[in-house]
């Protein structure tokens, strides 16, 4: 799963540090952001958000249903394909 946070969004309110701090920390503004340090080092950061591990998924998916701004996404993984790419065997 990806998860991110739509930061003009974000009420401050820190419920999701207080739910999932190895997640969610708040920034130097004291908007919601989501950590690429501690159990997300070296965790994929794309535009749709950054990768999780599976045993927080529930923690996660917690924290974005309780958030009171509604600015926590959650989104799977895309599923690798079972059939090769052109042009490699």
Excluded: N
């Amino acid at each position: 799963m990806r998860v991110k946070v739509d930061q003009l969004d974000c009420t401050g309110s820190a419920m999701c540090e207080l739910s999932v701090p190895e997640v969610f920390v708040l920034d130097s503004a004291g908007l919601a952001t989501v950590r690429t340090d501690g159990p997300l080092t070296g965790a994929s950061v794309t535009a749709d958000g950054v990768a999780v591990p599976a045993e927080l998924h529930d923690a996660v998916r917690a924290a974005a249903a309780g958030c009171p701004g509604a600015c926590i996404s959650c989104r799977p993984l895309p599923l690798p394909s079972p059939w090769p790419r052109p042009g490699r065997a």
